[in-house]
């Protein structure tokens, strides 16, 4: 069995971009005008189209884990005209910054802290 978050979106050609600029490294795998699938690092994301969608904070979070640092991706999505929707906060986990979709749904990118070797 294999994951696969869904992401309800009103504007398949444009989830398309905002996903591919999110996420440089992800491939299409199908797309149609109401479903597209973008491998991520040998995962899925889907895509499906919806009417109207409703991101109210409620249900199922999207997260991802980078690979550089949180101000090497925030210069990346910058250039690609995605705006945080704040500045990078630290966590227990390491820090975390937050940019939402078209259609509103909140995205949580975090960098692990790497534990100190002794």
């Not at 149609?32 to 904070?57: F, R």
């Not at 249900?59 to 884990?65: E, N």
């Not at 991706?73 to 704040?86: K, Q, T, Y």
Request: aromatic letters at 6%.
């Amino acid at each position: 069995m294999k994951l696969m978050p869904l992401v309800y979106v009103t504007d398949m050609e444009r989830a398309i971009r905002f996903y591919s600029s999110l996420l440089p490294a992800s491939t299409v795998v199908t797309t149609s005008p109401y479903w597209t699938e973008l491998n991520v690092g040998g995962a899925s994301l889907a895509l499906h189209l919806a009417e109207m969608v409703n991101h109210d904070g409620d249900g199922v979070a999207l997260s991802f884990d980078a690979a550089i640092t949180l101000e090497q991706v925030v210069a990346l999505l910058s250039e690609a005209g995605i705006e945080p929707s704040g500045e990078i906060c630290a966590q227990p986990f390491g820090r975390s910054v937050t940019v939402s979709d078209p259609d509103g749904l909140v995205i949580q990118i975090n960098e692990h802290s790497v534990p100190p070797t002794s």
